[in-house]
């Protein structure tokens, strides 16, 4: 079975710094694509970074980019989320998520937010004060 675990999240004030790590399991993950999500009380669960499997190619929602930074270690089968500036526009639950798909297209699919990933996280909370 596939198990996907997140940590690092917390409260945290306006300006702050919070790195997520999410600890894959059951596969190996080395050729797939992973990313964070991020879901907030009343909407829906939307896309804020993600990375191919080769870990070069990474890719950022609009309002993240600048802020966080995601990379991966495919030798601990873990990826993080290191989130600095942090506003309290970014309090939700975030979840990891990983996908066997990874090529160009589904990459972008997801981005877009027409492309689900297949396996999920039971997410971590981030909370920013203001």
């Known amino acids: 079975q596939v198990q996907l675990v997140e940590s690092g999240g917390g409260l945290v004030q306006a300006g702050g710094s919070l790195r997520l790590s999410c600890a894959a399991s059951g596969r190996t993950f080395d050729a797939w694509a992973m990313g964070w999500f991020r879901q907030a009380p009343g909407k829906e669960r939307d896309f804020v970074a993600a990375v191919n499997w080769i870990g070069e190619d990474k890719y950022y929602e609009d309002s993240v980019k600048g802020r966080f930074t995601i990379s991966r270690d495919n030798a601990k089968d873990a990826i993080y989320l290191q989130m600095d500036s942090l506003k309290p526009e970014d309090t939700a639950v975030y979840f990891c998520?990983?996908?066997?798909?990874?090529?160009?297209?589904?990459?972008?699919?997801?981005?877009?937010?027409?492309?689900?990933?297949?396996?999920w996280g039971k997410g971590s909370l981030v909370t920013v004060s203001s």
């Open positions: 998520a990983a996908d066997p798909r990874s090529g160009g297209p589904f990459m972008q699919a997801v981005v877009s937010g027409i492309q689900k990933m297949g396996y």
